[in-house]
């Protein structure tokens, strides 16, 4: 079956640093990606599309200058959380769209604590 | 805007007990629907997915049924076990977009 991956699994930083998150398609091409936030025991909530050689498309309410995500092949996708602040901790999830499936394939998730 | 709310929130049952989990959703318009699994700190797995024109889908002790006229969907598991404990979230997908939108989630526990 299709594979995503990410990476780290879990990273601390301190406050005011930038860290960025890889989103991998193992075993199939993706066009598109998606990133997803969740916060503890809530659900996910999508921030943004990432199109491979284009623009993402950030949905209302997620700033784009703080959330650079940047899709440069089809098998990846990365998320820039820049000048990250505590409340940006978080679980960072991305999913994909394998050809001809109408399922996303999900990441394992990325921890981001910022102190 | 798609609201979509899953009740209930938390639900703990003894070993072989048969649940059903509810999902609704505001706007009619869905292109399909989807339950996943997630387990603590891990992504999602996929357990089945309903398309717009279809009432139910089935696969082993999970069923989950679609009624998009009255904005609901059940995951219906039988004979629960240990193993079925985890978050459960439905989401329905966006028509024209390959977007998910994530209802608020059931965390089931089951136990021995």
């Known amino acids: 079956g299709a594979v995503v991956s990410q990476h780290p699994s879990r990273v601390i930083c301190k406050s005011g640093t930038s860290v960025k998150i890889e989103c991998r398609s193992l075993d199939f091409q993706a066009t598109t990606m998606f990133w997803y936030r969740q916060f503890p025991k809530q659900s996910l909530m999508l921030m943004a599309t990432?199109?491979?050689?284009?623009?993402?498309?950030?949905e209302q309410g997620v700033e784009k200058d703080k959330f650079l995500i940047n899709h440069a092949s089809l098998t990846l996708s990365t998320l820039t959380v820049t000048s990250a602040h505590p409340e940006d901790s978080s679980f960072y999830i991305c999913?994909?769209?394998?050809?001809?499936?109408?399922?996303?394939?999900f990441g394992p998730g990325t921890r981001l604590l910022v102190l | 805007k798609q609201e979509v709310t899953q009740i209930p929130a938390a639900l703990s049952v003894p070993e072989g007990e048969n649940l059903v989990l509810n999902c609704s959703f505001t706007?009619?318009?869905?292109?399909?629907l989807q339950w996943f699994r997630q387990d603590p700190g891990k992504g999602l797995t996929s357990l089945l997915l309903i398309q717009s024109s279809q009432r139910e889908q089935t696969s082993g002790r999970l069923n989950a049924s679609l009624d998009k006229s009255s904005g609901r969907s059940t995951l219906y598991i039988a004979a629960s076990q240990p193993g079925d404990s985890a978050t459960y979230l439905c989401a329905v997908g966006v028509y024209n977009t390959d977007k998910l939108i994530f209802g608020t989630g059931t965390r089931l526990q089951v136990f021995p």
């Open positions: 990432s199109n491979e050689g284009s623009k993402a498309t950030y």
């Open positions: 999913s994909a769209d394998p050809p001809y499936q109408e399922t996303q394939y």
């Open positions: 706007d009619s318009a869905i292109y399909n």
